[in-house]
């Protein structure tokens, strides 16, 4: 598997974002090329907080689940350690939800915006331990863009 060249990806998320900052345009967006420009995954999408739980926002990939509830699940766990949460065998999480029973993998990072947790990125892959050190850091950079520089007025919290 090639390494993704994550310094283009963010050239191209700051364009999207530039472009059309609001959430839902420049989301959507974003999981489409996040989908296109990284191998073996099989979703890539994000979670947005809704009235104290997260709610499906842009994605790619399968039906996924609705709502997840804050520490429930990769995602929730995720919002509520306020961390990246990294996973190499999903089956061994305690608590995964499990949206598409390929899916092995998977990271959730959170997206900080004006001192809150406005959503999560989260990809999952259906290769074991797909995400790496490199992975982390890299999307770490094009999430922080997101929370500055995406318009999340429209969300609910």
Not at 15 to 41: D, K
Not at 94 to 111: F, K, N, Q, T
Request: proline residues 4%; contains cysteine; negative net charge.
């Amino acid at each position: 598997m090639e390494s993704t060249d994550y310094r283009l990806m963010y050239e191209q998320a700051a364009e999207i974002i530039r472009t059309e900052p609001h959430y839902v345009s420049a989301l959507s967006n974003l999981s489409a090329l996040l989908f296109q420009s990284m191998e073996g995954i099989n979703w890539a999408g994000f979670y947005l907080m809704d009235r104290g739980s997260l709610v499906v926002g842009p994605f790619q990939g399968k039906t996924a689940c609705i709502r997840i509830e804050i520490g429930k699940g990769v995602c929730g766990t995720a919002v509520r350690q306020q961390r990246v949460v990294r996973v190499a065998d999903v089956h061994a999480f305690p608590g995964h939800i499990a949206c598409d029973a390929y899916s092995r993998s998977e990271i959730v990072l959170p997206i900080w915006n004006k001192g809150r947790i406005a959503g999560v990125l989260d990809i999952d892959s259906p290769l074991p331990d797909r995400f790496a050190a490199e992975d982390e850091e890299g999307l770490s950079d094009i999430v922080q863009l997101i929370g500055q520089e995406v318009d999340f007025g429209g969300l609910r919290e």
